[in-house]
């Protein structure tokens, strides 16, 4: 199997998946298919138009003689005349709906190798809900004790099944850690998180959410995470921006068989919407009937064109949510989405206590601006990471002030007259502080938000108290100065003051947590045409840095990361490989996970990094795809776009 990240934002992540030779892009969904063509809602025609992988129930057709004697001569992929990526749960849905089932779990195992499934999984106990504690625990011990013993009999058995460890615990949040740390020293393909659907059936996406991020914050990262049972449409771009890639639905039928019609936002009854003009759709069912002519149709042929229609907004709320990923707007996404029901708003709300974590592997730099559209988005990870940066600065005399939301940014192009080396924080209703001179990089300036923002001010207030106190520490009271207004400080000017060498100075400082330019006499060239910030060359007129447009990052050149090399410390902003990798990474070639020995812990996605061998020798310069944690755990894929070697 082969799992590479190919894009991200937030936890979530656009992914490769190869399986047994059959390639996938992740997030996407297994639409449940009955291995009993009579009893599948949708012919698999159909299906095949939209999925590259399904799954299907090997309990099913376990029991049923005549279905299990062509799986068992013809394979699975037969059974169901689909030759793309075949899963199979293993009864344990029919063990949590009837409270037992006539098959041992081993024997399940045996049965899914031998009718040649893809990815298997193996019988885990569903526990619900709100049971006692206690029944939770044995639940979860049985479930332990038969994964260990499924893996035990695949190594045996050299089988070539891959297998779904499915993540159990109930309500608890301390078991569904428990359970994920367990299952993590197997050797499992797959991580599903089990046993949601009565959660989903209810609406209590917070416990979902809870449940999903204690279980993936102790699951390998480099393994993909499958949300049990969530076919809904409406939860899966929160649940993909907390890393979970894979999704099933049997939602697209059974939601058909009951009339329902299923939306992005939410469930609608046929009934009602019969007296409707239109639908609410473009699919080719909705653009082909009417809603009175769909509801009057025979309920067989009713069904399935539901189904179909369930199906394809099913995907299309997939293809819309990677599209999101690619263009760094799933935050965006995700709280366009959970404004459609209050207890989607709950959920996402919860987000704020987890952001520590989630902000690991939240991208440095996105395409889009960040777009503030309620008090949720002050807690995003742009958010925190900069208030956390902020700090990363090297504060000599401070001016904390306000400004008059009038004035345009990036403040410090419209300010011009202020030529010093004071350091001036504005204060900002989203991001807190603002320094002056780094008011240009993303997301300072990269971000829309109403002019009068209804923000809670306490959080910012609490912020900057905290942040002037710490500063007080760092520099003393007395060069701290707290001012009104920036009047003040436009009468600060130096002729001979070069503001633009002091600010990319102090760029380099938030961007690496280091003073890079510390005893470089920089030049800094803007363009002529729009006056923008263009590179930073040295005394000698060579390029160290240029200044990207879209998000006003620093990006070295070859002279740019031999200063980097020197002025950071081991192992910062480094990414470690291997003597086999150096050759090719010298000459600029890309760095591949498999090749990394270590790498700076604290790297997030999209940062430029340098790459070195054992000995700390630079060997390239480029942008990491992978944040610190999972440079070591990743085998595959791409590490670190390479922008060029030092050979
Ligand atoms: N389908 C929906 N939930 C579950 C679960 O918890 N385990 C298994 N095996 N299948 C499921
Ligand atoms: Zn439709």
């Given amino acids: ?23 996938i892009e992740t997030p996407t969904i297994m639409p449940v298919v009955h291995p009993n063509p009579k009893k599948q809602s949708v012919p698999i025609d159909f299906i095949k138009k939209l999925a590259d ?29 689909f030759d793309k990526i075949v899963v199979t749960d293993s009864g344990s849905y029919q063990l949590s709906v009837y409270g037992k089932i006539d098959v041992e779990p081993n024997e399940i195992i045996e049965f899914q190798e031998r009718i040649g499934v893809d990815v298997g999984t193996i019988l885990d106990i569903p526990t619900p809900p709100d049971v006692d504690k206690e029944k939770a625990e044995r639940d979860l011990e049985e479930t332990l004790r038969r994964a260990k013993e499924a893996i035990k009999l695949r190594e045996e058995r050299g089988y070539r099944l891959l297998l779904n460890g499915t993540i159990q615990g109930s309500t608890y949040l301390d078991l569904r ?9 197997l050797n499992f393909d797959i991580y599903p998180i089990g046993a949601v659907v009565p959660l989903m059936e209810s609406y209590r996406f917070r416990e979902v959410v809870e449940i999903i991020i204690n279980s993936k914050m102790y699951l390998p990262n480099n393994k993909p995470i499958h949300l049990f049972g969530c076919g809904h449409p409406m939860f899966f771009s929160l649940a993909v921006l907390l890393g979970c890639d894979l999704f099933d639905s049997a939602a697209y039928s059974l939601y058909a068989k009951d009339g329902r019609y299923l939306t992005e936002t939410g469930t609608l009854h046929l009934e009602e919407m019969k007296d409707l003009k239109e639908f ?36 299309e709320e997939i293809n819309k949510i990677k599209e999101a990923i690619k263009e760094g707007s799933l935050w965006e996404f995700v709280e366009k989405r959970v404004r459609a029901h209050p207890k989607l708003l709950e959920a996402y709300r919860i987000l704020k206590n987890y952001m520590e974590y989630i902000e690991k592997f939240d991208p440095v730099t996105k395409k889009s601006a960040f777009f503030y559209t309620g008090i949720e988005s002050l807690y995003r990870p742009e958010v925190l990471r900069h208030k ?35 350091d001036i924080l504005i204060k900002h209703p989203i991001f807190g502080l603002i320094p002056y001179y780094i008011d240009t990089i993303y997301p300072l300036s990269q971000h829309e938000a109403p002019e009068l923002y209804d923000f809670e001010k306490n959080i910012n207030d609490r912020f900057i108290e905290e942040f002037i106190n710490w500063l007080r520490k760092k520099i003393g009271e007395e060069n701290i100065l707290d001012i009104r207004s920036y009047n003040y400080y436009t009468s600060l000017f130096s002729e001979d003051f070069d503001s ?128 610190g944690v999972e440079m070591r755990e990743f085998n595959n894929g791409l590490a670190v776009k390479v922008r060029g070697g030092i050979y």
């Avoid at 799954?55 to 169901?80: C, M």
Wanted: net charge positive; hydrophobic share 35%.
């Fill in 1 to 23: 199997m082969r799992f590479e990240i190919k894009y991200r934002d937030g936890m979530g992540r656009v992914c490769l998946l190869e399986i047994n030779n059959k390639k």
């Fill in 53 to 81: 992988i399904v799954i299907t129930n090997s309990y099913i057709i376990y029991k049923n003689k005549f279905l299990r004697e062509i799986a068992e001569k013809l394979g699975v992929h037969k059974l169901l005349n």
């Fill in 177 to 185: 850690k428990k359970s994920a740390i367990e299952m993590s020293k």
């Fill in 280 to 315: 609410p759709c473009s699919c080719p069912v909705c653009l082909e009937y009417k809603p009175n002519e769909l509801y009057n149709l025979d309920e067989k042929e009713r069904e399935r064109l539901l189904a179909e229609h369930n199906l394809y907004v099913t995907f």
């Fill in 388 to 422: 956390k940066r902020l700090k990363r600065i090297k504060y000599n005399k401070v001016y904390i002030t306000n400004i008059s939301s009038k004035v345009e940014r990036p403040y410090s192009e419209h300010i011009n007259i202020v030529k010093t080396d004071v």
């Fill in 500 to 627: 633009n060498a002091y600010r990319i100075r102090k760029m380099l400082q938030y961007q690496y947590g280091y003073d890079i330019l510390e005893g470089v006499n920089v030049r800094v060239i803007r363009s002529k045409n729009t006056g923008r910030l263009r590179k930073v060359l040295n005394e000698n007129g060579d390029l160290l840095f240029s200044i990207r447009s879209h998000d006003n990052f620093l990006i070295p050149s070859k002279l740019g990361a031999k200063l980097l090399w020197e002025k950071i410390p081991f192992p910062k902003y480094r990414v470690v490989v291997n003597k086999e990798a150096e050759p090719f990474v010298k000459k600029g070639r890309n760095v591949f996970a498999k090749f990394i020995v270590d790498a700076d812990e604290e790297l997030r996605p999209y940062e430029e990094v340098i790459v070195v061998n054992e000995n700390d020798e630079l060997l390239a310069y480029g942008t990491n795809i992978l944040n």
